[in-house]
């Protein structure tokens, strides 16, 4: 019995999709459950998973192509064989074929990995494939490029070599390189909307500064302790920023609000966006009502999104929504920024490198680990007074966490 796969449901905010990668070939067997195609969206990459146990027919969207919301990719042979089916009988005829014709080397690298070499200066049949049946996959190109550019001392020494090889590519070190590579749809979509952005709203950036050191001294003094009773979450800085957050939205409420066409929403609660950077790009997984989350609670969730980031694993929930974000460039070093709102959202906090300054405190001079804050808003919606006392009210709760538990 065929059955039709087709591409995952997506929300309202997600129109397509692209095929990114098929694990399986027609002709190979599929194991119920088992991954047969990636689809990356502009948020998240979502796996197609196989209904039954059985053997993959065709394939109606090959990789690269363009999918809608639930359209058929391919079929699926439920029940059947790899010895049964018509395509895996003609496999062994075709392994034959392809040691008496070298042009048969061909079938044996995926078409997005052929163009991807071939954008590259790479000949797709001097990679070592590691798909089924040696096939040379997407990943495998990917892997060869990484290879080459960490190896640049090798290419003086591999030049004698160059004329026995007319795919090798030999640079010399006066060569000015240029790689292309196509933007992924995440970091084409990050770009229309950060332009978007920008066109679309009265966006100002206010800043202040906090002295970091009472959550530095409250961290130092019961982080062994937090640790051991929350299971090994640690206890960092982003808990007591989401927080303080939380308390500032609820204070000002138009900063956590949002425009609808002519109309004005005001949230009642606090789904605050975390800025997490991956291989793909920047992602923002949200935290859905931190105003009943724990400090615990939140590093926990937050340890949890960055894992997922990093294996790709974000589902689409998990990224969909949010009232506020923050975003923490401290974490690779910067001084001061000017994050750009995510719409539909009014604000966003954006949060630096702690360092130490000399302040002046009560007529002296002294040393303090201080941090710059940015609160970029949309001026359409909150005037200049409600995001300075934002980011005042937001600076007092750090400094003084206590405020926080009394509520004050």
């Avoid at 395509?87 to 991807?116: F, I, M, S, T």
């Avoid at 002519?262 to 609660?269: A, F, R």
């Avoid at 200049?384 to 009394?406: C, H, Q």
Wanted: glycine share 8%.
């Amino acid at each position: 019995m065929a059955i039709e796969i087709k591409a995952p449901t997506f929300p309202e905010s997600v129109a397509d999709g692209t095929v990114a990668t098929w694990h399986k070939q027609p002709g190979e067997a599929v194991k119920r459950d088992e991954l047969i195609v990636d689809i990356e969206t502009d948020k998240v990459v979502l796996e197609v998973l196989a209904e039954a146990d059985g053997v993959l027919g065709d394939i109606i969207k090959g990789e690269g192509e363009t999918v809608l919301s639930a359209e058929v990719l391919g079929t699926l042979n439920a029940g059947a064989t790899a010895a049964a089916a018509p395509k895996a009988e003609a496999a062994p005829a075709a392994a034959a074929a392809a040691e008496a014709d070298a042009g048969a080397d061909e079938q044996l690298v995926n078409p997005a990995a052929r163009k991807l070499a071939e954008e590259n200066g790479l000949d797709a049949a001097q990679i070592k494939g590691t798909g089924k049946g040696g096939r040379v996959t997407k990943e495998d190109v990917l892997n060869a490029i990484e290879a080459k550019k960490s190896a640049p001392a090798a290419a003086p020494a591999a030049k004698p070599a160059a004329a026995a090889s007319a795919s090798s590519v030999v640079l010399s070190e006066g060569d000015r390189v240029e790689k292309r590579v196509p933007m992924t749809r995440l970091r084409a979509r990050i770009a229309e909307r950060l332009v978007d952005a920008q066109s679309s709203m009265a966006m100002l950036t206010t800043y202040n500064e906090v002295n970091m050191k009472p959550i530095m001294d409250l961290r130092k003094k019961y982080k062994d302790l937090f640790e051991k009773k929350h299971d090994g979450v640690r206890l960092g800085f982003m808990s007591f920023f989401v927080k303080a957050a939380t308390e500032a939205l609820k204070r000002f409420p138009e900063v956590n609000a949002s425009i609808d066409g002519k109309d004005i929403v005001y949230h009642g609660y606090q789904d605050i966006g975390v800025a997490v950077s991956s291989d793909r790009g920047l992602v923002v997984p949200v935290l859905r009502n931190t105003e009943f989350m724990s400090l615990a609670q939140i590093e926990g969730t937050i340890s949890e999104y960055g894992r997922k980031a990093r294996d790709g694993k974000l589902s689409m929930e998990e990224m969909t929504g949010g009232t506020f974000t923050i975003s923490n460039g401290g974490v690779f070093g910067s001084l001061l920024s000017s994050p750009i709102v995510n719409p539909p959202q009014a604000a966003i906090l954006g949060m630096h490198k702690i360092q130490e300054r000399p302040m002046a405190i009560d007529g002296e001079v002294v040393i303090l680990p201080m941090m710059y804050l940015a609160l970029s808003y949309d001026h359409r919606l909150i005037d200049g007074k409600g995001a300075v006392s934002f980011l005042v009210a937001l600076k007092e709760l750090l400094e003084d966490p206590a405020r926080m538990l009394l509520d004050v």
